[in-house]
């Protein structure tokens, strides 16, 4: 079973906002509905007050455009809704054109596990804007909150510095089909495992999990119910120690291990979810090595995120393994990543593009215009050097000098010299609706983001005011931006 198989328990069409038809329905009675035209979706700032953003979800995108249908019952529905007065909201022959409507989009996306930046398209769009226009609301949906998950993943697989953590977050997700894309967009992000039995499943994610409270609470006393989870349990072995006293409940898990001891039993170790958790951690070390249980590992809970771990490993803390849970499923402290997806060129009578800017009294909210590409220059020794965007109609060489420029401050530019390594981000996807992407496993997917953060300088990467990774327009599209605003400022 696959996302796809679920998104056809369901009919996509419908996942859009209401205004996406209500437009949709308004081109069609301009006659424009086919009008050809490009989007583009970016984000503003990086999240977590971060200094990069992992780009996810794309799988999700390319499934649900694989399965985009409007159904009988769609249309059925869809002619119940009515406006002011009581009066049909679509016309008959509007539902009819979305009956039979076919996806036949082009569309370039960057990468799952690629790292990306502020303004830099995630993904770009091209086709009749009746298609472009619906599809949008599903886009943001995905690519927004996978992307933003993969980087809390990523920020506290930092932090625990080798150490592995677990996603343990499904009961405070919210609803069943967050947890399960949070579930996923965790292991790619950078976690080694999750205890979402249906993420395990959909996309063959390893399983981990220990018991709860309630185990050693129903038992008369805390070593009957240790004794009995080791046999239940023999080769899955975590003793929850912290349900009385945490420290009592670690001598009673040595003591439960002793007396399972056995070729069919091994003590996998505890877990502590409460309490100071450097102090237990350390204490709880010196036990198990001084019982002869050296390799029995002390795993931490209790709302862990990226700085508390880092402060646990500053405090010399004796974690291996961290389970997370609340803070990452829920990208706690920014719910959001606040992406956008935005007109930026438009097919006029005589089949030219002409470029579409958004205009704002907010410097990070005016758009780039055209149809956009990233490129990623690297130093010789492979290491990013910064990212330049670009409009594909002019063509960039690269055996010949390329300068950026900061949109946001024209004094800050970059000069690449000619033959300077580079890669384009965004890459095809689809083609006339159909899907020309090989896309990678999700282990290929994970193997990405520790690649691609290794390329990075580690001030980019720090948890706490980061490095800002430079990110520019090409030269002349600066340029060009510039006159199409000053031209759009003085229009009346």
Not at 204 to 229: Q, R
Not at 392 to 403: A, E, G, L, Q, Y
Request: aromatic share 10%; proline share 4%.
């Amino acid at each position: 079973m696959t996302t796809k198989d679920i998104y056809t328990t369901f009919s996509p069409g419908l996942l859009t906002d209401l205004y996406q038809l209500t437009m949709g329905c308004g081109y069609w009675k301009e006659g424009i509905e086919n009008t050809e035209t490009v989007f583009a979706m970016h984000f503003r700032t990086n999240p977590f007050k971060g200094g990069y953003t992992i780009a996810c979800g794309l799988q999700q995108v390319i499934e649900f455009l694989q399965c985009f249908r409007y159904t009988d019952d769609d249309i059925a529905y869809l002619q119940t809704l009515t406006g002011d007065g009581g009066r049909p909201l679509f016309e008959k022959e509007f539902l009819a054109l979305l009956r039979k409507m076919e996806f036949s989009c082009d569309i370039d996306a960057i990468p799952e596990g690629t790292v990306v930046f502020p303004q830099e398209p995630m993904l770009r769009i091209k086709g009749p804007i009746l298609q472009t226009q619906i599809v949008e609301t599903a886009i943001l949906t995905i690519l927004n909150f996978q992307s933003l998950i993969a980087t809390k993943s990523a920020r506290m697989v930092q932090a625990a510095e080798g150490d592995p953590i677990f996603e343990f977050g499904l009961r405070r997700a919210q609803g069943f089909d967050g947890g399960v894309s949070a579930s996923r967009a965790s292991y790619i992000g950078g976690c080694v495992g999750t205890s979402n039995v249906l993420a395990g499943k959909l996309y063959n994610i390893p399983l981990k999990g220990t018991h709860a409270h309630s185990w050693v609470m129903l038992f008369e006393d805390e070593l009957e119910a240790f004794l009995a989870y080791g046999k239940a349990m023999p080769h899955n072995c975590v003793f929850l120690a912290d349900t009385y006293n945490s420290l009592e409940g670690v001598r009673h898990a040595i003591e439960a291990a002793k007396k399972l001891a056995s070729k069919d039993f091994f003590f996998a170790g505890i877990r502590l979810d409460s309490g100071d958790l450097a102090y237990l951690s350390i204490e709880a070390r010196k036990m198990l090595d001084a019982a002869g249980f050296p390799d029995a590992k002390i795993v931490a809970t209790n709302d862990l995120n990226e700085e508390i771990i880092s402060s646990l490993k500053q405090q010399k803390a004796k974690v291996q393994t961290w389970g997370v849970g609340t803070r990452l499923v829920t990208a706690y402290d920014q719910p959001a990543l606040g992406g956008v997806y935005k007109l930026t060129a438009v097919k006029n009578a005589h089949g030219e593009w002409e470029s579409r800017l958004k205009l704002s009294e907010q410097l990070n909210k005016m758009t780039n215009p055209g149809i956009l590409q990233i490129r990623r220059y690297y130093y010789p020794d492979g290491n990013a050097m910064g990212d330049m965007i670009y409009d594909i109609r002019k063509s960039i060489k690269s055996d010949v000098p390329n300068r950026m420029i900061d949109p946001f401050d024209a004094t800050r530019q970059r000069n690449f010299p000619a033959g300077t390594k580079s890669t384009e981000l965004l890459v095809p996807v689809f083609r006339g609706g159909e899907c020309v992407y090989e896309a990678p496993s999700i282990e290929e997917m994970r193997t990405r983001v520790q690649t691609q953060l290794n390329s990075f300088h580690s001030g980019v990467k720090r948890l706490i005011n980061p490095h800002t990774y430079p990110v520019g327009l090409e030269e002349k599209y600066y340029q060009q931006k510039t006159e199409l605003i000053l031209k759009l400022r003085h229009m009346k």
